[in-house]
């Protein structure tokens, strides 16, 4: 058996003792081309509110590339940019400059807080990216799960990045398995982070569908039990009632971890996720800004 086999059938044996997306970060195999270029970049006063940033070998101010902004998932209340370099680097990989910011977890912060931190992460690459070749003026978010929340909210819901003074700065978002409509709130996560909300359709990125939102893009495995596939349909349903851009891929056998997991070498060949929302990426960002 290859290492990479065994490395895979080794993940597949410990995903109910521990995450299989952290030994990807540790153990997995990583994609070439791309590197980690500047760690722990503040955007915030917070031990939390700092970023890496990961560029495509070839990168210059002289020939810049798109940037990306991508959230990973965890609840809200869990995850760490330590756990998900693999995936930033498989994203740089592809032709990004790529942000990797933590941000501020429950019960540290509730809702909003976390989706001030991503507005702030936000603002804060488009000044961080030039010198490693990242174009500011053509910059996308994305996330999984959680983060894939919160790429959606400063997205749709103009007052975050209206907040941090940086309105239009987001050209196209995508988003993978993540939730966009789950009211009411009746699991612990979402009763923790969003249970205090004055207005509570206020936390739901399909509150805020509309027709002048930039290109969404929505991936989601049809497995997942962690957050139903129906979280994508009516999102782009909703941006279509409405007239905006919307694309939903749905992944046939795909489970919650699954999606973001076929960033890494080892799982990519289970499904073109990681091509799919790179040329999506492309495709709306690669015109001049």
Known sequence: MSRRATLASLLGGLAA??????????????????????????????????????????ATPASPVPTLVFFYGG???????????????????????????????????????????????????????????????????????????LAMMITLDRRYMAAVDR??????????????????????????????????????PVTFARADAPPLWLGHGTDDTVVHAEDTRILCERMEEVGGPCTARFYEGLNHADLIATFSPLFRKKAPVLAEVSDFFHRTLDRPA
């Not at 990004?96 to 931190?117: I, K, S, T």
């Not at 988003?175 to 249970?195: H, M, Q, R, T």
């Open 167 to 204: 309105p239009g700065l987001i050209k196209a978002a995508a988003g993978l398995a993540g939730p966009y409509e789950f009211l009411p709130f009746d699991v612990k996560a979402s009763i923790n982070a969003f249970g205090r909300a004055p207005d509570p359709t206020l936390t739901q």
């Open 17 to 58: 003792a521990c995450s299989p997306l952290g030994l990807l970060n540790s153990l997995g195999p990583r994609d070439s081309g791309a590197r980690r270029v500047a760690r722990d970049q503040p955007y915030g006063d917070d031990p939390r509110q700092k970023m890496d940033l990961y560029a495509p070998t070839g």
């Open 75 to 149: 609840g809200w209340d869990s995850g760490s940019r330590d756990v998900y370099g693999w995936a930033a680097q498989a994203l740089a990989a592809k032709g990004f400059v790529v942000a990797l910011p933590d941000y501020r977890l429950v019960p540290e912060v509730h809702f909003p807080g976390f989706v001030e931190d991503a507005a702030q992460a936000t603002a804060r690459a488009a000044e961080l990216v030039r010198p490693h070749g990242g174009d500011a003026g053509r910059l996308g978010v994305l996330g999984h799960s959680a983060g894939a929340h």
